[in-house]
């Protein structure tokens, strides 16, 4: 390799993004889509209480292929993992019926440890196989709820661990790192327009109590559940700051 070529920028054609369903991972698939001419997806079932999430996944699928035929091309297979292993390792209000709150440690109990480095870590092992250097994911440390394994830091660990584990250059790509759910909105807004934030709005699940009844100017959810608190507080920012402008 040369001088001139070693300072290039590798061209990543492909990306794994993981994808539960969700606002920030449905925006980090528009993202990807927006980059990479091949797009596969990953999701992870662990008997989370929010099975609706899973449900959730195949409509935003569905959904995007319909609304965005120039994404359709390069949206390639889902993937979904098996991961009960996860609920036998952890007890919290995500797989147990349990009420939500904040522990000693700062955290709250819908934490499960170390969740994020095990998804990362399959993520990097189904890219492997599939040939897909780039790992998008929609870890935030802005809107933090205090999980560790979101951190930047640990992303960058990670990075370098999985790459030096299995020998293969991998890349993880975390849009969401530095931003707040307000910009998240505006972020879909500016890579698929009014149409995807109608589609995320309507489609994706947030909710931690899979509450598919109450529908708000969000999308669908309890309203009062942390993971919807955090939702219906950045759509206000974002519709808010689109009405000073
Ligand atoms: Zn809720």
Known sequence: MTAATSHHTPHHTSALVLFSGGQDSTTCLAHALERFPRVETLGFDYGQRHSV??????????????????????????????????????????????????????LPNTFVPG???LFLTLAAALAYRRGIQVIVTGVCETDFSGY?????????????????????????????????????????????????????????HTCYLGDREHRHAWGYGCGRCPACELRARGWERYVGEASNL
């Not at 969401?176 to 972020?187: C, F, Q, S, V």
């Open 115 to 117: 969740r994020n480095l």
């Open 53 to 106: 999430e899973l449900q959730a996944r195949l409509v935003v699928l569905r959904e995007m292929r319909e609304r965005f035929p120039h994404w359709a091309d390069r949206l390639g297979e889902d993937h979904l993992l098996d991961l009960a292993v996860l609920g036998k390792v952890s007890e919290t209000s995500l797989t147990r019926d349990m009420a939500f709150r904040m522990e000693s440690s700062g």
């Open 148 to 204: 560790p394994d979101c951190r930047d830091d640990t992303m960058k660990a990670l990075q370098v661990a999985l790459s030096l584990g299995m020998d293969h250059r991998f890349l993880i790509d975390t849009p969401l790192m530095w931003i707040d759910k307000a910009a998240t909105w505006r972020l879909a807004e500016n890579l698929g327009g009014q149409a995807l934030v109608d589609l995320i709005v309507e489609h994706t």
